[in-house]
């Protein structure tokens, strides 16, 4: 798979950024003849070249529809086959109209003009393969109901009444029951070849062998200040970033637990979850609002190589993009942690000093060196890391629900549903304004 990713962030469905537990995938094809990525996803990343017509779906309404899906399938401007995700996988898509955007993670294969056998036998391999990622991810099982295509949804009631890709499959020899059946022997090649290996079970890259000998006894209790830095998460991704949009904090905050949560593995089997709530402390939640801001990719509070102040923002590293920030993050606690390999030799990371080497293992003595002025960081740490741990993602309300639920208490609206659409919906644009108001009205009302 040629995995990519640029979210549609200036989509009405990311804004309203809906978490979801992922139960199932739609697959679907677009239903107009044009292959190209940069149709649907966009701007240019390089990869994908320019739409000129700057019509692809990162925009509120493309095409004037609420629509977005997690993902397309189809060529980059040099020709060669892609998938670009473009919502977070657990993010409530727009995809079917349907009940199915509450539990299923939709896709869309850019259609050609459905008579080019070359084209249609790469891109349905591309989707067996993005289908076997998630389902893997998910703990999601290739079978009906859980994985259909659009036109199936339909017959079951999950979805409006679409053709997708039952118009197309069947054109070279496919269908659904045939991708299902390659998407479960894709998955059973990966199982076996990836039960060979001793690694921890929580990490989705094999992290180098003897990176984490602690995990699985790390995971079994409680996290404590004992805890080991190189240790296995106890919240999921979807549970971390439940709790924290239920902390009120960006989107950009949100997003970034996706990439601690994929990437911890790679970079000494840290634990995502510490690295995490310390980015929330560092970042407060993403608002920033101290020295630095969005602009530096800086999820730690990193200084530059030469280190410096706390108060000239030049002396802090700004990073080329998150990713590169998390990495530096992580590596810089994996080198506390005393992680195999470490420190290792391509890190963004611009403090690797060797000395500090293991000089970290556990919260306690990670949180001493990290914020040695104060005393109470190692308790706070602790506290939020188990927080987040022990939720519930169903049971988050997001801010528009808490500010909807207080104005209904307060005897200013009536219908909660009605509500929650139009602070999502027509009146998106507006919904800080709205929540302000309603927010200061029950602070009137309850003193
Ligand atoms: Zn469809």
């Not at 810089?332 to 611009?350: K, S």
Request: aromatic share 8%.
């Amino acid at each position: 798979m040629n995995l990519h990713k640029l979210l549609l962030t200036k989509n009405d469905c990311y804004v309203t950024g809906k978490i979801i537990t992922p139960a199932g995938i739609m697959v679907h094809s677009t239903g107009a003849n044009n292959p190209s990525l940069k149709r649907y996803v966009g701007p240019d990343d390089g990869l994908l070249g320019v739409n000129t017509a700057g019509n692809y779906w990162n925009q509120p309404k493309p095409d004037g529809r609420q629509v977005c899906v997690h993902g397309f399938i189809g060529k980059l401007k040099d020709g060669s086959i892609a998938t670009y995700q473009t919502l977070p996988w657990n993010m409530r898509g727009w995809h079917c109209g349907g009940k199915a955007n509450d539990t299923h993670i939709g896709f869309e294969i850019c259609e050609d003009a459905l008579t080019d056998k070359n084209y249609f036998m790469s891109v349905y391999n591309e989707a067996v393969q993005l289908c076997a990622y998630l389902c893997k991810q998910y703990n999601i099982k290739p079978e009906k109901p859980s994985l259909i295509c659009h036109s199936e949804g339909y017959t079951l009631g999950l979805a409006t009444n679409h053709s997708d890709v039952m118009h197309w499959f069947p054109k070279f020899g496919k269908s659904m029951d045939t991708f299902r059946a390659d998407v479960a022997k894709a998955l059973s090649q990966t199982a076996a070849s990836t039960s060979a290996a001793p690694t921890a079970p929580a990490a989705t890259t094999a992290p180098p062998a003897g990176a984490s000998p602690n995990a699985p006894a790390a995971a079994a209790k409680t996290p404590g200040l004992d805890t080991p830095v190189l240790s296995s998460a106890a919240a999921t991704l979807s549970a971390a970033q439940a709790w924290a949009k239920g902390k009120g904090s960006t989107d950009t905050f949100v997003s970034l637990a996706q990439i601690y949560w994929e990437n911890a593995g790679a970079h000494g089997a840290v634990n995502p979850q510490i690295a995490y709530a310390q980015s929330a402390f560092e970042t407060s939640y993403g608002k920033f609002g101290g020295l630095l801001d969005e602009s530096f990719c800086n999820p730690c509070g990193m200084k530059t190589a030469n280190g410096g102040s706390d108060t000239d923002k030049n002396d802090s590293q700004k990073f080329a993009n998150w990713t590169d920030g998390v990495n530096a993050h992580l590596d810089h606690i994996a080198l506390y942690g005393g992680a195999a390999g470490y420190p290792r030799a391509n890190t963004t990371d611009p403090r690797h000093f060797a000395s500090l080497y293991g000089t970290g293992k556990t919260v306690e003595t990670l949180s001493k060196s990290w914020c040695p002025g104060n005393a109470n960081y190692a308790d706070t740490l602790i506290k939020v890391v188990n927080e987040m741990g022990t939720i519930n993602p169903a049971d988050v309300k997001t801010p528009e629900e808490i500010t909807v639920d207080n104005a209904i208490a307060d005897g200013i609206l009536t219908d909660k549903n009605y509500w929650l659409n139009v602070l999502n919906g027509t009146q998106a644009a507006n919904k800080d304004y709205v929540k302000i108001v309603l927010d200061n009205a029950h602070k009137k009302i309850n003193g």
